[in-house]
């Protein structure tokens, strides 16, 4: 047992460790590029646009040719979250149904290399002479507050452009408590601007911590099951325990990538929902 602890250890850590540009010294820290992260992350973009603007291109108006397949699939999204963006937002900006289904499609999918067996890309990047390699970008807390982090500015531009600066400056400082009296709203001000102030910090930084906490422990789960097998390798096959226990990692990993499966769709629908959320309030005036 003494002789394996350096090896899980070591399995362990490699699993957590990025192909970067520096040693992450922080807990953010923007000025380290994560190259795995930025190379998913792009791949995956083009992936979801590439396929969209296909279907797109090939979709047809006609009634005789009712759509079918890929096509079928991409225009059930799109209706769906056309549907979940009419029930939350009931302005007329175009650019949300956009940002929401891509978001949705782009956080799916970054959330979906996550049953990617925990080796098989680790371990091709091996052969070419990278030593490290992380295949999902949503547990990357640059990545994740990346893209919190653009909901955020999106946030503060529509409430400045929609209430104007005045007006998103009196929600900062004027609520939650009011008065009719000018002294006395006056004296609540700075209590007003701090209560505000956490509220309104605490919305990106919920949002990149809750996807990164979900996708990440589900990922230390898939590392984990795979270290039940990790100090036999195939060896274990020549005895009866090896079978059993590979065929126990492979009954655990199954079960776990199932359940998996909801909670990276879940995590995907949250993200997407609560950004329709928090760009509704900025357009709204009361």
């Known amino acids: 047992m003494a002789a394996a602890k350096p090896q899980i250890g070591g399995y362990i850590l490699e699993h957590l460790t990025f192909l970067t540009n520096k040693p992450q010294t922080t807990l953010v820290n923007f000025t380290v590029i994560d190259y795995d992260t930025v190379f998913f992350s792009v791949l995956l973009a083009v992936l979801f646009a ?5 279907v797109a291109r090939r979709a047809s108006g006609s009634v005789k040719s009712a759509p079918r397949g890929f096509q079928s699939f991409v225009e059930m999204i799109v209706e769906w979250v056309d549907a979940q963006v009419r029930d939350v937002y009931h302005g007329t900006n175009r650019l949300i149904a956009p940002l929401a289904l891509t978001i949705f499609c782009w956080v799916y999918l970054f959330n979906f290399m996550d049953l990617v067996p925990v080796d098989l890309l680790p371990d091709l990047a091996k052969t070419v002479g990278l030593a490290h390699l992380k295949v999902v970008p ?11 982090l653009t909901v955020f500015v999106l946030m503060i531009f529509y409430s400045i452009k929609v209430k104007g600066p005045l007006g998103f400056l009196g929600e900062l400082t004027l609520h939650p408590f009011s008065s009719k009296n000018k002294l006395v709203q006056a004296l609540f001000v700075p209590v007003n601007f701090i209560l505000e102030s956490v509220t309104l910090i605490a919305r990106p930084v919920s949002l990149a911590l809750r996807l990164f906490g979900n996708i990440f422990a589900g990922e230390m789960i898939f590392v984990l099951l795979a270290l039940l097998t990790l100090e036999h390798g195939y060896a274990g096959l020549a005895s009866v325990s090896g079978w059993g226990l590979m065929l126990l990692q492979a009954l655990l990993t199954f079960v776990w990538g199932v359940f998996h499966l909801l909670i ?6 949250i993200f997407m929902v ?7 309030m900025a357009h709204e005036h009361h």
Do not use: K
């Open 274 to 280: 609560l950004t329709i959320v928090y760009l509704a």
């Open 138 to 148: 949503s547990t990357d807390l640059n990545g994740v507050f990346g893209l919190s």
């Open 50 to 54: 590439g396929s969209f603007y296909w």
């Open 264 to 269: 990276i769709t879940i995590q995907a629908f």
